[in-house]
């Protein structure tokens, strides 16, 4: 099976930079990805790793290390329309390739 | 980019009744397309992946009697909730994978009254 873990709340202020962690346990790793979602809204895609190391898009950075089972979200030059859930998802390459989501993150970005 | 439609975005059902609810690739093929169940302030949980073509593989703890999935085409799978209940009342949304990434449909949220 599989275990993923992220805090449920985080508050950061405009401007800033915030980091959200994701911890996970799967059998046959494929790949871990990185939504967005807004309340009542479908979950956008942000960002994608298979391979060790930080992935940069913009404001929005993702990190990876298969050995430690970690991951991060790193969002840089906080707005507020950054506030949202933040969710972590791990791909298993058994089966069909599900994704399977972590609890996710609401972060909260304050004036 | 890729593109998943979802319908109905919403829907209100009265409690003994049954909703379909489409999930529709529109550019790609699909073969496979996940159905996941959202409460409020929650993560989205996995309900079931839906195999065109033959039957749809269900999470443990999900009814595939109430939970009726159906993938006809390589297009399109249909969730439909079946002998709704106040408690079926959720935000329901579709995924496929199109290469690597898994595309989202709109989300229908369902309300049992």
Same mark, same amino acid.
């Given at each position: 099976?599989?275990?993923? *873990? ?45 391979? *060790?190391? /930080? ?8 990190? /990876? ?47 | 980019?890729?593109?998943?439609? !979802? #319908? ?51 999470? !443990? ?9 159906? #993938? ?26 199109? %290469?690597?990434? %898994?595309?989202? %449909?709109? %989300? ?6």
């Amino acid at each position: 099976g599989q275990n993923i *873990d992220q805090p449920t709340e985080m508050t950061a202020t405009e401007g800033a930079i915030v980091q959200i962690n994701c911890t996970y346990q799967t059998s046959g790793f494929n790949g871990l990805f990185w939504y967005q979602q807004h309340a009542g809204e479908a979950p956008t895609f942000l960002s994608y790793n298979v391979l *060790d190391g /930080l992935e940069e898009k913009g404001r929005f950075s993702s990190f /990876l290390s298969r050995s430690k089972g970690y991951s991060y979200l790193l969002l840089k030059e906080l707005q507020m329309k950054d506030s949202a859930s933040y969710l972590c998802a791990v791909s298993a390459n058994t089966g069909f390739q599900k994704l399977v989501f972590g609890t996710g993150t609401r972060l909260l970005v304050s004036p | 980019g890729a593109v998943v439609s !979802q #319908h109905p975005s919403w829907v209100i059902c009265k409690s003994g009744t049954s909703v379909k609810i489409e999930c529709r690739s529109l550019d790609f093929q699909a073969t496979t397309m996940f159905w996941y169940r959202q409460f409020p302030k929650q993560s989205l949980m996995l309900m079931a992946t839906s195999n065109e073509g033959s039957k749809a593989t269900y999470e !443990q703890g999900v009814e595939k009697d109430k939970f009726l999935i159906n #993938h006809a085409s390589l297009t399109l799978s249909t969730l439909t909730v079946t002998s709704a209940h106040p408690e079926d009342s959720s935000f329901y949304i579709c995924s496929a994978r199109d %290469g690597r990434l %898994g595309v989202f %449909g709109q %989300g229908t949220r369902l309300t049992v009254v």
